[in-house]
């Protein structure tokens, strides 16, 4: 009897409990309905990182909830595109040096993206390891010289300024001061030009042997380039051994595959311990870094003196920003010719800030506009396409593709979004076919017939939502 009775109760707790397993907690029927709400606010603020935050809660919430299923599948697009955009943005400041602004715009990009990789990469990749840094050279800043200019003096190349202003850490390697000492770190299998004198220890004595890659320069020869002769035939000849090529290649600025052209004058570097081949004619020698002196001139009466002075000061002053602006035109190029469009329009505009009229950086400016504005087409991003297309024809009067490429931009981007909204509008997504056409709006009031789309859109949707708020009230 008591195992019949035992048999009976234990069936009954399964029923009770696999009844109760049955039948899940439902949250109250409002409760999607207030993260829709406190959504749609914050979308409405422009909010579009916490309004998507909330649809998420109303979709855990109820996931059956189609306008939370609209509304993410509509705003994770447009999150994603904007962080594409901050992290273009951090790069090009990256680039020019700007490190705290590239910073903010790295971070602002993982805001919007969090999983946007390359912006977590920024953020967390150092240019120099310490173990790379055998020493330094400390260079105090004179007047007009930038960082750019002791990567070129130090490392044969101007555009790896980076490296020196990450060691400092500067926060804008555009900004530095007369005066201001610098550390210009010698990097483990990187070519350096001066003297192990010169050089600081990070940490302990430093040994000659350490520093194999410091090229100690003691004055340079010219050399004009000869029928058939290439840089590593250069370097036998010099040297004595073809391997020294890079040597040259590096203290002229030049690629290592580079082809030299007849008559071509290249900078014979005379460093220390390797004796030269060829010596030079006297005439033919410069010193690396000792400046020629001027001619000493007859000393002027002294109410002229003060003038002259002035004249000179005003002279030098002119010859500094139009030697700087050629450092900047020169870098620009190389950026231009390595596809770095947003690095080479920063470096024309420093040459055109100097020279407005500048033949050569009007042409690459408009040029790298143009190209720039080609690569973000293909990505899609039409409206930041076309006003690339836009800035290349500021440069230029005379392109005529830019013209074609505005038009282009603007179609393409009214015809998509006109046509996402007449979609929306069929499947009766009111509020999501309403902004659609509002981009096409802003752009062209009179394209198709999107303002009486808009207008029917609107009316339809302030109906529901009257009738929404009437029922709400009951």
């Known amino acids: 009897m008591r195992t019949k009775a035992g048999i009976?109760?234990?069936?009954?707790?399964?029923?009770?409990?696999?009844?109760c397993a049955q039948a899940p907690i439902k949250p109250p029927?409002?409760?999607?309905?207030q993260y829709i709400s406190k959504a749609q606010e914050l979308e409405a603020k422009g909010d579009l990182v916490e309004a998507l935050e909330q649809y998420k809660v109303a979709l855990t919430v109820d996931p059956q909830n189609e306008l939370a299923k609209d509304k993410i599948e509509q705003i994770e697009p447009t999150l994603r595109e904007r962080a594409e955009k901050n992290y273009q943005n951090g790069l090009a400041f990256y680039r020019k040096g700007e490190y705290s602004r590239a910073r903010q715009e790295f971070l602002t990009a993982l805001r919007y993206n969090p999983d946007h990789g390359d912006a977590k990469k920024m953020l967390q990749e150092h240019v120099l390891e310490e173990q790379q840094v055998k020493g330094y050279v400390l260079h105090a800043i004179q007047p007009d010289e930038s960082i750019s200019m002791l990567a070129k003096k130090y490392y044969g190349d101007?555009?790896?300024?980076?490296?020196?202003?990450?060691?400092?850490?500067?926060?804008?390697?555009?900004?530095?001061?007369?005066?201001?000492?610098?550390?210009?770190?010698?990097?483990?299998?990187?070519?350096?030009?001066?003297?192990?004198?010169?050089?600081?220890?990070v940490s302990g004595e430093i040994s000659k042997s350490s520093l194999t890659e410091v090229i100690p320069v003691k004055s340079f020869t010219i050399h004009t380039v000869e029928p058939g002769e290439s840089l590593s035939k250069v370097a036998l000849r010099?040297?004595?051994?073809?391997?020294?090529?890079?040597?040259?290649?590096?203290?002229?600025?030049?690629?290592?595959?580079?082809?030299?052209?007849v008559g071509q004058k290249i900078k014979i570097p005379e460093i220390e311990g390797v004796p030269l081949a060829a010596k030079p004619m006297e005439e033919d020698v410069g010193q690396a870094e000792t400046p020629v002196p001027s001619a000493a001139l007859e000393e002027p009466p002294a109410g002229e003196k003060e003038e002259e002075k002035e004249e000179v000061e005003e002279d030098e002053k002119e010859l500094a920003a139009v030697d700087q602006?050629?450092?900047?035109?020169?870098?620009?190029?190389?950026?231009f010719k390595e596809k770095d469009y947003l690095a080479a329009i920063s470096e024309f505009k420093k040459v055109l800030n100097v020279n407005p009229t500048d033949k050569t950086a009007l042409e690459y400016i408009s040029a790298s506009h143009f190209e720039q504005g080609l690569i973000v087409f293909g990505k899609e991003d039409y409206l930041t396409a076309r006003d690339e297309f836009k800035a290349s024809l500021e440069y230029n009067e005379d392109c005529e593709k830019c013209?074609?490429?505005?038009?282009?931009?603007?179609?393409?981007?009214?015809?998509?979004?006109?046509?996402r909204g007449?979609?929306?509008?069929?499947?009766?997504?009111?509020?999501?076919?309403?902004?659609?056409?509002?981009?096409?709006?802003?752009?062209?009031?009179?394209?198709?017939?999107?303002?009486?789309?808009?207008?029917?859109?609107?009316?339809?949707?302030?109906?529901l939502e009257s009738i929404k708020r009437s029922k709400m009230k009951e």
């Open 325 to 335: 602006s050629a450092n900047y035109r020169e870098l620009g190029i190389e950026f």
């Open 238 to 261: 010099y040297y004595g051994d073809y391997k020294k090529f890079p040597i040259i290649a590096q203290y002229n600025q030049l690629d290592e595959n580079a082809s030299l052209r």
């Open 158 to 201: 101007p555009k790896k300024f980076q490296i020196i202003a990450e060691y400092n850490e500067l926060e804008d390697a555009t900004k530095v001061r007369v005066g201001q000492e610098i550390k210009v770190p010698v990097v483990e299998g990187m070519l350096f030009f001066g003297t192990s004198e010169e050089i600081i220890s």
């Open 403 to 419: 013209g074609e490429y505005i038009k282009k931009c603007e179609e393409t981007y009214m015809d998509i979004h006109y046509n």
């Open 422 to 463: 007449v979609s929306y509008f069929g499947d009766e997504k009111l509020a999501q076919a309403v902004q659609e056409w509002e981009l096409v709006y802003d752009i062209d009031p009179g394209y198709k017939d999107v303002e009486s789309n808009l207008k029917k859109a609107r009316k339809l949707l302030e109906r």
């Open 8 to 19: 009976i109760g234990f069936f009954f707790v399964f029923a009770v409990v696999a009844g």
């Open 29 to 33: 029927t409002d409760l999607p309905d």
